[in-house]
């Protein structure tokens, strides 16, 4: 039986295809279109899904779509009255959900009526947590989802039981823990769709001055079932405004208004503008604005661990990307193991609807675990070589490089306060962090031993953590191996991983990696099994 994922008109539009129970293909649309983040319909994304399962547009059975319009109908009417506009986007959304067997058949060229696939539409959250259960090691665990927003819902927790998930509570919009973040990213003038990641990052360098005013910004409050909080919506507007996502349709580059209302500024001090030197306030001001996300989001945690009894969690929802946070769920909850989707984003929604199909509608058994992340596409060394020779590189040979800065150089592309990471040999964790749980997916930051931080400086952040990733034999043996040859020259099974890209999508076909390569002057570049060295 064979299931299609599509998480489409949406922000990380993706696909995925799951056959008989087993993962075969999942990729987001913008290693394709080059656009980060892209919205709109995933139909390249699609494409390659169908081609790696070998399969067309007539053998899928069902199309899992993680998007409910009518979920949370009541709440939506009672914005809807208050805010026309809002009401006008409603519809047009409403009008893409119901269109897109007819955005399918046009993407491929196929007769409508040729698709045979049966079509499901799972709530935003309800695929959220499919896609950390479903795919997690664990027979019984405790669930959570929190993102900005998803038909109409910011949060949702449950518990899930072998091919089953039980829903336990969610909170509605307009209260949001990511649209919070989201708020003070834009107030501390990031601006950009995602830039949420880089004031965590700023956030070390601060001090939780301002967590007082935090507390009244986000406030604990017993919502459901004995969990949950709620925003001091005096400080935000898009209660006021309308909460929906749009595109530009030339571009696809999703973007959102502008979250944070006056009183925000009446309490913080002054908007910092984008191009403004940041200072020790809007260090502190990230500090405690990451202090408070971690008081409610574990504090929630907590609470679950409490409710269920259970000793593991799974994460997703653009929250769960905040690893400082899950880093920190072991000292400050009963968990002792969790497991965070590795596109804990929208993205993973394509995984996420189509194991719902699977386990929650359809009741097959569990007989899958995701423990690596590689499902998008590979290159042959034909194809390889064929991208080396249009390039002009093989004519020129490959000559020696000079050693030349190449991560500075690089650096010099990104605000300099963000992190690099590190890749760890899974069985040496424990000898250069503070924490052992595996990490296969960086969601997680740990903190470096005292006294290894001087072996691994570039991957050791401000605070003294690393958002590391385990690497083990099993998962990815070449990487593992290129670690542990690097251990045996400098006595240190540590590398520093970073995403192969430029202020644009991660490097998709090799002609990318190759443009990326000459355009960011590395030194050398492993592409298959051949080493390009700069000419
Ligand atoms: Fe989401």
């Known amino acids: ?59 899928i059975d069902h199309v899992a779509v993680p998007r409910n319009p009518y979920a949370r109908l009541g709440t939506k009417l009672f914005y809807a009255l208050r805010m026309p506009s809002f009401a006008q986007a409603r519809v047009k959304v409403l009008a893409k959900f119901t269109g ?22 799972i709530e935003h959250h309800k695929a ?32 899930g039981m072998g091919n089953r998930m039980e829903i336990d509570g969610a909170i509605p919009f307009p209260h949001s823990l990511g649209l919070y973040y989201t708020a003070v990213t834009q107030y501390l003038g990031f601006l950009k769709f995602g830039d949420e990641y880089k004031v965590m990052g700023l956030a070390a360098y601060g001090q939780p001055e301002q967590l007082d005013a935090f507390r009244d910004i986000v406030r604990f409050e017993s919502r459901s079932n004995g969990n949950g ?56 001001l990230a500090c405690s604005l990451q202090g408070r996300l971690e008081e409610v989001y574990l504090g929630m945690l907590k609470k679950l661990a409490k409710r269920s009894g259970l000793k593991a969690v799974c994460l997703a929802g653009g929250v769960a990307f905040n690893c400082v946070a899950n880093g920190k769920i072991f000292d400050s909850t009963p968990f002792e193991q969790v497991y965070v989707h590795p596109a804990a984003g929208d993205a993973g929604l394509a995984v996420g609807a189509a194991y719902y199909v699977w386990h929650q509608k359809l009741g097959k058994p569990r007989s899958f675990v995701m423990d690596h992340a590689y499902w998008g596409p590979g290159y042959s060394r034909e194809e390889i070589l064929q991208a080396i020779g249009s390039s002009g590189l ?66 050791t952040h401000a605070d003294g953590t690393g958002r590391l990733q385990t690497v083990t034999r099993e998962a990815n043996p070449s990487y593992h191996a290129l670690i542990s040859a690097f251990r045996d020259l400098t006595g240190v099974p540590v590398v520093l991983n970073t995403s192969f890209n430029d202020n644009e999508p991660i490097v998709c076909r090799p002609e990318e990696a190759i443009d990326c390569f000459l355009r960011t002057q590395m030194d050398a570049l492993v592409l298959g099994d051949f080493l390009i060295l700069r000419p």
Not at 100 to 121: G, Q, S
Not at 130 to 138: D, R
Not at 143 to 156: E, V
Request: proline share 6%; hydrophobic share 40%; with cysteine.
């Open 128 to 159: 959220h947590l499919a896609s950390a259960f479903f795919v997690s090691s664990f027979e019984r665990a405790a669930l959570l989802s929190a993102d900005g927003l998803g038909d109409f819902a910011s949060t949702m927790w449950g518990f």
């Open 100 to 121: 897109i067997p007819e955005a399918l058949a046009a993407a491929f060229d196929a007769d409508p009526k040729k698709i045979n696939a049966k079509f499901h539409r």
């Open 229 to 284: 909080f709620r925003l001091g919506l005096d400080y935000f507007s898009h209660h006021r405004t309308g909460p929906e996502m749009s595109w530009a349709e030339s571009d696809k580059t999703p973007v959102l208004g502008k979250v944070f209302s006056d009183e925000m500024v009446k309490r913080l001090g002054p908007v910092r503008a984008p191009e403004e030197t940041l200072e020790d306030r809007h260090r502190n």
């Open 1 to 59: 039986m064979n299931i299609l994922g599509i998480n489409a008109y949406h922000g990380n539009a993706s696909a995925a295809i799951v056959c008989d129970g087993m993962l075969i293909a999942a990729v987001e649309e913008e290693r394709f279109n080059r656009v980060k983040y892209a919205a709109g319909f995933p139909a390249q994304a699609i494409r390659y899904c169908l081609k790696e399962a070998g399969l067309t547009l007539s053998d």
């Open 394 to 459: 093989a004519q020129d040979g490959y000559c020696i490089p000079e050693m030349k800065e190449i991560l500075n150089r690089r650096i010099k592309h990104r605000e300099s306060f963000r992190p690099f990471a590190p890749s760890i040999l899974a069985e040496n964790t424990a000898e250069y962090f503070e924490k052992s749980h595996p990490s296969p997916f960086m969601t997680l930051a740990y903190g470096v031993r005292p006294e290894k931080r001087d072996k691994i400086p570039a991957p």
